[in-house]
Nanobody, 124 residues
């Protein structure tokens, strides 16, 4: 059974940092794109960053230069290092997997599987 479990969310002040982790298990394909998407209160879900099976990364303009996506294939874990956090980054962050070795555009949100999400709250 496919499972994506996020951790690492929390509350920080503006300018602070958080690192999100996502433990993946049971994914059917051996090659896939992994990504982070988020949903802020009252807003639609949006893509934040993704990384393909070859390590190529893409970032939304709103987080470029502040967030870093990475993965540890040996641990089946995806990460999102978030620096210089802003109140606008407040959202539920979801880990997601797409059954393709290459990733769609960073704004894509129709992933095959998504975790339950972890809350990130940034106060001013």
């Amino acid at each position: 059974q496919e499972q994506l479990v996020e951790s690492g969310g929390g509350s920080v002040q503006a300018g602070g940092s958080l690192t999100l982790s996502c433990a993946a298990s049971g994914l059917a394909n051996s090659r896939y794109c992994m990504g982070w998407i988020r949903q802020a209160p009252g807003k639609e879900r949006e893509g934040v960053a993704n990384i393909d099976d070859y390590g190529t990364t893409k970032y939304a303009d709103a987080v470029k230069g502040r967030f870093t996506i990475s993965k540890d294939n040996a641990k089946n874990t995806l990460y999102l290092q978030m620096n210089s956090l802003e109140p606008a980054d407040t959202a539920i962050y979801y880990c997601a997997a797409h059954y393709s070795s290459r990733c769609p555009w960073v704004g894509y949100i129709g992933y095959n599987h998504r975790g339950q999400g972890t809350q990130v709250t940034v106060s001013s």
